[in-house]
C-alpha cells in the first residue's frame, strides 16, 4: 500500500506528479508545516578566498529552515529554529536586537545545531553538525527579505515556549493567519462555465504528514489547493470518477474524508482533514448528491453476506472490513491490520490440510502464549482502574514501518528523528519475528496487507540501504524467509494460498469478532483476553472536553504514536464463512440446477451447455426482482428490492454501475436500443437512455430521465410491444395500463384484476396484451381499443408465462407448468416441474427451448416437443 508512492508525497493519490527525488514533506517533524519557499543562493565562507556559493530553494517551515540545493550531491540543510542563535537582515534597525542586527547581503542564520540530509542524493540516517555555526542565504527577490525575517522571528518564538501545546496553539495561530489572508484561485478552475459550491480550508492527509490549504467543490470538480505549492499548484478529482467517498476519523476527532475512484482499492486518491466537521459534511454531502445516482453504500452487513457465500476472497473482505473500520494507508495510526495466519516458519515444506500449521485464529496475538497470558493476566488483575491487558498495540506507526522500512526508509527517518532503529530491532527474519510476537513481554503486532500481495520488494533491501550491522558483525540486508520459500515471490504466493485455505476460511470470522467485532469490547473482550489501553478505543477519550492545550498535544501524541483500534463494526457473532454448493439433476425431459445455498439477493450466471455455474455476485442484501443481457452478451442489469438497478459486467466479472432512481423497490426492467424501463412500487415507471461504460473514456454509464410515467399506485410488472412504441404496465391494485412510449401518454387503463398483476405480455403481432394475476385469471385486452376481450379462469394461480397469441405455457402457484389452449379455455398438458410457485420463465426464439427458475430455488432446462 505505502510503497506505492515513495517518491511522492501524496500517499497513493493518481492524480499527482512523481515528485524530484531532495526535499520532500517527510523532511519535517511530525505535526510540522511547510509554509513557503524562495529561491536563493547558500553562501559559506562569505568574502573569503574559499567563499562557496550554492543555488537552491529555501523553505520555511514551522519549526525548521530548509535548504534544498539545485545540486543534489550536496546535502540539504535542515536548520531546527530552537536551535537557533540569531537570525539578522539588513533591513532590521534594532542594533541592540541579536536577532535584527544588520548583516550584508541576505539573511543570516546563527545556529548550534544543523542536520545534513540525503548527501549525495543517498538515503540515510541525518548527520548531525553541532557547535555554532553561522548560514547566509540570498534570496533572489530581495523585496522579500524582510517579510521572511518577520516569519522567522514569529516561528523561532514559537519554538522557544516550553509546553508543546502552547507551541501548537502559536504555530495554529500563524497557520490559520495564512489562511484567512489567501483563497482559492478560481483560475485553477478546468472550465470557466464551472459553478462554486463551497470553498473551505483543510489540510491533505498524508503517511505522517499534512498538507494545508484550500478545498474548493464545483459542479464537476473536487480541487486542493497546497498553501505551498507543493507538490504541485493545485490536485484536481473529477466528480464523475468518483466511486467511493467516507467520512474518517483523524486525530480521534471525526474530521477527516477520503475520496476514492476505484471501486476496490485501499489507497485513495485525496484524504482531506478539516478544521471543523461541518466543513467536512458540507463537502461530503456535495460529493455524495453528485453521485448518488453511480454508487451504492456498502455496508459491513452487505460485504459479510458476500464473503460468506464465497462471492469475495477471505483478503477482498478484510480489505472493506478495514476500510469500513476508518483503516487508510494514509494514516499509519490507522494503517490496514491483517491477521498472522501462518505458524509454522520451520520446515522445508508447507502443509496447508495440517491444522497445526495455522495460528489460532480465536485468540489476539497476546493470547497465544499461554505462559506470557497468565503473567499478563496476573497483572492485570493487580491493576488500578482503567485497567488493560497489553500495554502495547497490534498496529502502530512504529509496527508498519517496522515491515516496509526497505521500501519507506524516508517514512522511519521521519518517524524516529532522522535515525534507522537499531540493527537487531531491525525486520530481519519472519521467523525471528513470529517467535517475538509470540514470546515477546511487549510485542504483539499483527500484520499488514503487503503480506498477501503481490509486490514483495519490501522484503528485499534493493535500495541498497545502510541499515547497520547485527550483533556478530552481520549487515542487515534482505529479510529471511522460511525454508519453505524459494524466495520473496513465493513467500507471498504461499501465504495468498494460506489466507484463502479452507482452514482459514472456516476460522477468519474467530479473528473478526476480535478485531472488529463482538470482542473487541467490553466483557467479551475480557474473556477473550482482548483489553487494551482504554485510550486506543474510539470514543476512549474526549479531546473537546480537555482544556488544557499542553495536556491535549500530549495525549494526541501519545496516542497516535501507539496505535489506535479499529471502528467496531459488529456488535454480534460473526458468522462462518459458507462455501456455495453446486448440485444438478438429471431428467428425461430436462434438467435443474439447485442454488439452495444461495440468497435471494445473488446474481448467479450459468452454462447452459455444461450446467455449472460461471459467475456469482451478490449485489445487495435484499432480493433482486429481475435481470435482463444487453445484446452482446457482456453486460447484465439486474434491478432490486433496494431501490437499485445494477449494472454487471461479464467480461471483466465486477460490478460497473449502479443507478439510483426509485424511491421504492424496482419490481420490473425491460431494455431495447439504449433505453432501460424501469418498474418501481414507488408508482412509476421510469424510461432512460443509458450510454454503456464501454462507450465512454470514464467507464461508467452515463443515464438520463427521458419519461416518468405514474401510476396511482406500486407497479408490479411491464412490458414492451415488438416495435417498442407501446409499454403496458400492470399494478398490485390490478390495473393494467397502456402506453404510447413516444408521448409518455397513458392509451388504455383498465382494472383487469382483484389483487396483484404478476405478468403482462404482448403476442407477437402486438394486437393483443395477455394478463395474469393473484384473482386466478388470464386476461386478453386489445391493445387498439383498450377493450377486454378474454377471460380464462385458473384453479391457482399463475406466475408467468410465454404466448404465441394462441397458445400459452404458463408457470403456476404450486410449481406446475400448463400448457393452455386459450380459444378453448382448457388446460392441455400438465408438467410436474417446481416444488414451489414458478416465478421466472425465458424461452428461445424457436420456441423449443425454455428455462424456468422456482421458490424452490431450482433452475430448470426444458425441451419442448410438438
Not at 234 to 252: D, E, F, M, P, S
Not at 593 to 617: C, G, H, N, W, Y
Request: aromatic share 10%.
Amino acid at each position: 500500500m505505502l510503497s506505492l508512492s515513495l517518491e511522492n508525497d501524496y500517499s497513493c493519490g493518481r492524480d499527482t506528479e512523481r515528485i524530484a527525488k531532495g526535499f520532500s514533506l517527510l523532511l519535517l517533524n511530525l505535526e510540522e508545516y511547510y509554509f513557503e519557499q524562495h529561491t536563493a543562493n547558500h553562501i559559506i565562507n562569505k568574502d573569503c578566498k574559499d567563499e562557496r556559493k550554492f543555488r537552491g530553494s529555501l523553505k520555511i517551515c514551522s519549526k525548521s529552515i530548509i535548504f534544498e540545493p539545485d545540486d543534489n550531491i550536496q546535502p540539504i540543510i535542515k536548520i531546527p529554529l530552537r536551535d537557533c542563535i540569531s537570525i539578522k537582515a539588513p533591513e532590521d534597525n534594532e542594533a541592540n536586537n541579536p536577532f535584527t542586527r544588520n548583516t550584508s547581503g541576505g539573511i543570516s542564520v546563527v545556529c548550534t545545531q544543523v542536520f545534513l540530509i540525503k548527501e549525495r542524493n543517498v538515503i540515510a540516517p541525518y548527520k548531525t553538525v553541532r557547535g555554532r555555526t553561522e548560514h547566509l542565504f540570498q534570496l533572489d527577490v530581495a523585496g522579500k527579505v524582510g517579510d521572511v525575517v518577520q516569519t522567522l522571528h514569529q516561528l523561532y518564538r514559537a519554538s522557544c515556549l516550553d509546553k508543546m501545546g502552547d507551541q501548537a496553539a502559536m504555530i495554529t495561530a500563524i497557520l490559520q493567519s495564512r489562511l484567512a489572508r489567501t483563497s482559492f484561485d478560481k483560475n485553477r478552475f478546468q472550465s470557466i462555465s464551472e459553478t462554486l459550491h463551497m470553498e473551505c480550508k483543510a489540510e491533505m492527509v498524508t503517511p505522517l504528514v499534512t498538507n494545508p490549504g484550500h478545498v474548493c467543490v464545483t459542479d464537476a470538480n473536487l480541487y486542493f489547493q497546497p498553501l505551498n505549492g507543493y507538490p504541485k499548484p493545485v490536485v484536481q478529482i473529477t466528480l464523475q470518477n468518483v466511486r467511493r467517498i467516507y467520512k474518517r476519523r483523524h486525530g480521534l476527532m471525526p474530521l477527516g474524508l477520503e475520496v476514492f475512484c476505484t471501486e476496490n482499492d485501499l489507497c485513495s486518491d485525496i484524504y482531506l482533514k478539516f478544521y471543523n466537521y461541518q466543513d467536512r459534511d458540507e463537502v461530503y454531502f456535495l460529493i455524495a448528491t453528485y453521485i448518488e445516482n453511480h454508487i451504492a453504500e456498502h455496508t459491513a452487513e452487505s460485504y459479510m453476506l458476500q464473503w460468506q457465500r464465497g462471492h469475495i476472497s477471505n483478503y477482498q473482505y478484510l480489505l472493506h472490513l478495514n476500510n469500513l473500520a476508518d483503516r487508510s494507508c494514509n494514516d499509519l495510526s490507522q494503517y490496514p491490520v491483517f491477521p498472522w495466519i501462518i505458524a509454522d516458519y520451520s520446515s522445508s515444506v508447507l502443509d496447508l490440510t495440517k491444522p497445526e500449521t495455522f495460528r489460532d485464529l480465536s485468540k489476539p496475538v497476546g493470547a497465544l502464549n499461554k505462559e506470557r497470558l497468565d503473567r499478563l493476566v496476573t497483572r492485570y488483575q493487580e491493576m488500578p482502574e482503567p485497567k488493560f491487558m497489553y500495554g502495547s498495540h497490534y498496529s502502530s506507526p512504529g509496527y508498519v514501518l517496522f515491515y516496509l522500512v526497505r521500501v519507506a526508509p524516508e517514512y522511519m527517518l521521519c518517524l524516529q528523528n532522522g535515525k534507522f532503529d537499531h540493527a537487531d530491532r531491525m525486520f530481519n527474519s519472519i521467523a525471528e519475528t513470529w517467535k517475538n510476537c509470540l514470546d515477546g513481554a511487549t510485542d504483539f503486532k499483527e500484520l499488514i496487507p503487503e503480506f498477501y500481495e503481490n509486490d514483495s520488494s519490501f522484503l528485499v533491501n534493493s535500495l541498497k540501504l545502510d541499515l547497520g550491522k547485527r550483533q556478530g558483525g552481520k549487515m542487515v540486508e534482505d529479510v529471511e524467509l522460511p525454508p519453505w520459500a524459494s524466495g520473496p515471490d513465493d513467500f507471498l504466493q504461499k501465504s495468498q494460498e494460506a489466507l484463502e485455505s479452507p482452514y482459514v476460511s472456516e476460522h477468519l470470522h474467530e479473528w473478526i469478532d476480535i478485531i472488529f467485532g463482538y470482542k473487541q469490547k467490553g466483557s467479551e473482550a475480557i474473556a477473550a483476553h482482548n483489553v487494551f489501553h482504554p485510550l486506543t478505543y474510539e470514543g476512549g477519550v474526549d479531546l473537546n472536553s480537555i482544556m488544557d492545550p499542553n495536556e491535549k498535544v500530549a495525549l494526541l501524541t501519545q496516542i497516535l504514536e501507539f496505535g489506535q483500534t479499529p471502528k467496531q463494526l459488529f456488535t454480534t457473532p460473526h458468522p462462518q464463512r459458507i462455501i456455495p454448493k453446486l448440485k444438478s439433476l438429471s431428467r428425461t425431459s430436462s434438467h435443474s440446477i439447485s442454488i439452495a445455498e444461495s440468497p435471494d439477493s445473488t446474481l448467479k450466471m450459468f452454462s447452459k451447455d455444461s450446467k455449472t455455474i460461471q459467475r456469482s455476485v451478490s449485489f445487495s442484501n435484499m432480493a433482486l426482482s429481475s435481470c435482463v443481457i444487453l445484446p452482446g452478451d457482456t453486460t447484465v442489469i439486474s434491478s432490486s428490492w433496494d431501490n437499485h438497478i445494477y449494472f454487471y459486467s461479464i467480461a471483466f466479472g465486477r460490478q460497473q454501475d449502479v443507478l439510483m432512481g426509485h424511491d421504492d423497490a424496482v419490481s420490473k426492467i425491460c431494455w431495447c436500443d439504449g433505453r432501460l424501463f424501469s418498474a418501481s412500487w414507488d408508482s412509476t415507471v421510469k424510461v432512460w437512455h443509458c450510454v454503456p461504460g464501454e462507450t465512454v473514456s470514464n467507464k461508467k454509464h452515463h443515464f438520463e430521465l427521458l419519461a416518468e410515467l405514474e401510476h396511482d399506485v406500486s407497479v408490479n410488472t411491464v412490458d414492451l410491444n415488438a416495435a417498442n412504441t407501446i409499454l403496458a404496465s400492470g399494478t398490485k391494485e390490478g390495473t393494467i395500463s397502456v402506453w404510447d412510449v413516444t408521448t409518455a401518454t397513458v392509451l388504455h387503463q383498465l382494472p383487469c384484476h382483484s389483487g396483484t398483476v404478476f405478468h403482462a405480455a404482448f403476442s407477437p403481432d402486438s394486437r393483443h396484451l395477455l394478463s395474469t394475476g393473484e384473482d386466478c385469471c388470464f386476461k386478453v385486452i386489445d391493445v387498439q381499443t383498450g377493450m377486454l376481450i378474454s377471460s380464462v379462469t385458473t384453479e391457482e394461480p399463475q406466475r408467468c408465462f410465454k404466448w404465441d397469441g394462441n397458445t400459452i405455457l404458463s408457470g403456476s402457484q404450486s410449481g406446475e407448468l400448463l400448457i393452455w389452449d386459450l380459444l378453448g379455455g382448457r388446460v392441455t398438458e400438465r408438467i410436474k416441474g417446481h416444488t414451489g410457485a414458478v416465478m421466472s420463465m425465458w424461452m428461445n426464439e424457436q420456441c423449443n427451448s425454455v428455462i424456468t427458475g422456482g421458490e424452490d430455488k431450482q433452475i430448470m432446462f426444458w425441451k419442448l416437443q410438438y
